[in-house]
């Protein structure tokens, strides 16, 4: 028997594992984990490093060390004009998991649903089944433009009496989209008229390549019922860090707050010195990382389109998402464990990440947030699928 508790049995070894070990077995690219294979700024490594040596090692302040809540608060401002106090407005994270996990133990009763869109990141439904609570899916689908939307009538059927939260992300991994002012517009009206909260999954804020980020707390009535949760990993290219922050109205944050006291008490010390550096440097660090990725982004695109996938080209993130049935597949899952064998390069089947699996059936992601001339390898050898 099982000794695992039922509502997490469904839960099982993430698909990253295997593809990762995969990978390792039979020396293919891999495209299929998302973090970065070099490291953040040089000048966040040294602030870092110091703080090791000068006596940082010890439990940090609970909500965060204010130097760390004061850069969190001044970059809110500079970048996306909101406003947080970093006394009573933020709290400082294990990673942006830990917000959103603590945000919806925080806020959800058992049976309480959390509407969010599918694909999701995999630790949404993990977090809403330990929380007892019930996810109501929106499913994102490719449309002829290539972009992935929603239909307006299955977002508003997914809101009933029951509904606590909505869970969004925009820069939204796996599939690149960045949602549009329109579409965040829909989805604050639902949140309005139905009096519920948001959490919103922002870890992407500053890698938008088409369009722009609009944080969901500025729409109106947003600010007082919104959870902006955000991390340094994917920024500042250091996921191993898990350094993450929550911002919101003080009773909102609060609730994060009190759940993550007892979940990891307080994280990463030696680190806060240097996100709180990280997130001052100046805006060309933030605007050369998004120009560096895009260039990614277009040679990655490229060598897909040429190898023979339907390419649906990402608005934002470091992921892109693409069709394999011009390839002969007809499903994601087997079409990924063959593909080192065939090409040596290994992705991930999105499917997983939906409810409605036939949805992503056919769907494959593909990371570029790796050095030039990996992805460059990578391109060279998915080319023998056209061959
Ligand atoms: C990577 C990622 C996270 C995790 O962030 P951490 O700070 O490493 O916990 C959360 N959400 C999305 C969409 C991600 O891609």
């Not at 040294?46 to 090791?52: F, G, K, P, Y």
């Not at 806060?272 to 440097?281: C, E, R, T």
């Amino acid at each position: 028997m099982d000794p695992l508790v039922a509502r997490m049995r469904p839960f099982g070894t993430t698909i990253f594992t295997e593809m990762s070990a995969l990978a390792v077995r039979t020396g293919a690219v891999n495209l299929g984990q998302g973090f970065p294979d070099t490291d953040g700024p040089a000048s966040m490594l040294d602030v870092a490093a110091e703080a090791l040596h000068s006596g940082h090692n010890q439990y940090p302040s609970g909500p965060g060390i204010p130097a760390l809540r004061a850069a969190i608060a001044a970059h809110q401002r500079a970048y996306w004009q909101l406003e947080y106090d970093p006394d009573t407005e933020i709290v400082v994270t294990a990673g942006a998991t830990e917000a959103i996990a603590a945000a919806i133990l925080g806020l959800c009763e058992p049976g309480d649903e959390v509407v969010c869109f599918e694909p999701y990141y995999d630790s949404y439904a993990a977090s809403i089944a330990l929380a007892g609570a019930v996810r109501r899916p929106v499913t994102l689908r490719p449309g002829p433009d290539g972009r992935y939307t929603f239909d307006p009538g299955q977002l508003r059927g997914a809101f009933g009496p029951r509904t606590r939260l909505v869970l969004l992300n925009s820069p939204h991994n796996p599939t690149g989209k960045v949602f549009t002012p329109a579409e965040l517009a829909a989805v604050a009206g639902l949140c309005v008229e139905h009096d519920v909260y948001a959490v919103t999954d922002e870890v992407y804020e500053h890698l938008v390549f088409a369009g722009e980020h609009r944080p969901l707390a500025g729409f109106p009535g947003m600010r007082e019922r919104t959870i902006q949760i955000s991390s340094a990993g994917k920024t500042f290219s250091c996921t191993g860090w898990k350094v993450g922050w929550a911002c919101g109205p003080a009773v909102l944050v609060s609730t994060v707050f009190r759940v993550k006291q007892f979940l990891t008490f307080v994280n990463a010390g030696p680190l806060q010195p240097a996100v709180a550096h990280a997130l001052a440097l100046p805006a060309s660090y933030f605007s050369g990382f998004r120009d560096d990725l895009r260039a990614k982004r277009d040679l990655l695109v490229a060598g897909l389109t040429e190898a023979g996938f339907v390419v649906y080209p990402p608005e934002g993130t470091y992921f892109v998402t693409a069709d394999i049935t011009p390839l002969g597949g007809t499903d994601g899952v087997t079409f990924c464990r063959e593909l080192p064998e065939r090409c040596g390069v290994v992705a991930v089947p999105t499917q997983v990440f939906y409810d409605d699996v036939e949805a992503g059936r056919r769907l494959v992601r593909f990371a570029f947030c790796k050095r030039p001339e990996v992805l460059t390898e990578a391109v060279s050898r998915l080319g023998k699928l056209a061959a």
